[in-house]
């Protein structure tokens, strides 16, 4: 099935963090996550990118759209205590990262700061004093996120990501039949109408192929990119800088 790439805005975007039916949609997202695997393929994938550092040495990770961070949780979960000292920031431009969801992070040794922010702020630096230096991380992840966005504002996010950290994780919606078949059943899990619709939304959007390796930003004599199918619905990309020199992680 030919299925074009088409972004359109979508629903749950669109509300107020506090707007009964958004709760709703993220509760939702909460059990289309476990439906798909997601934090299985997430947590596996990020295994494989940092399996070649020092199995002690503190992890500095970073969640773009990281919504209410259930997602994230979820894998710190299922990586158990393999990973005990990180520290990953859940950037959204919404507030959604609660009181408890940080304390469930800290049982299981990790340290969660949210920054609400818009994520093109954070690209471009523009909430930091002009000459503070760029904060760095160990690995950039995002997951459903990346296709929300195209052209420019995709190339400036990959940019902006390639230049922070020397891995980089995103998990999106793979765009083929199978996938655009179930996004129409969600309703089955008694998803929401806003669930309902950006699920046909976000297939659309999502990836296939190598689309975001073509995209990548980094000098490919630099980089080792890996692009394919993850799962029934999902589509993974990693990026890891050759030879990563971990210790400019540190800001």
Not at 13 to 21: H, I, R, S, V
Not at 186 to 209: C, K, M, P, Q, W
Request: aromatic share 6%; with cysteine; charged share 20%.
């Amino acid at each position: 099935m030919n299925l074009p790439r088409i972004v359109t805005a979508e629903t749950l975007d669109g509300l107020a963090e506090n707007d009964p039916a958004a709760m709703r949609s993220r509760r939702d997202l909460q059990r289309i996550h476990w439906l798909m695997g997601t934090r299985g393929i997430m947590a596996r994938a990020l295994q494989r990118l940092v399996a070649s550092r020092p199995a002690t040495a503190p992890l500095r990770l970073l969640e773009i759209g990281a919504g209410d961070g259930s997602l994230m949780l979820g894998v710190a979960r299922t990586l158990g205590a393999q990973w005990p000292a990180v520290d990953i920031t859940l950037l959204d431009r919404q507030d959604l990262v609660t009181r408890a969801t940080l304390d469930s992070y800290a049982r299981l040794g990790w340290t969660a700061t949210p920054q609400v922010i818009d994520v093109f702020d954070w690209a471009s630096n523009q909430s930091q004093a002009v000459h503070a230096p760029r904060p760095r991380f160990d690995v950039i992840v995002a997951n459903l996120f990346l296709h929300h966005f195209e052209g420019s504002k995709l190339a400036t996010l990959l940019t902006a990501i390639e230049s922070r950290a020397p891995r980089f994780l995103a998990c999106e919606p793979r765009r083929a039949g199978l996938a655009l078949a179930g996004s129409h059943l969600v309703g089955a899990i008694g998803a929401n109408a806003v669930t309902r619709e950006d699920a046909v939304l976000s297939v659309h959007a999502g990836f296939r192929g190598k689309e975001l390796s073509a995209l990548w930003p980094g000098d490919r004599s630099f980089w080792t990119l890996e692009e394919k199918p993850a799962g029934v619905f999902s589509h993974c990309f990693l990026a890891q800088r050759n030879s990563s020199d971990d210790a400019g992680a540190s800001p």
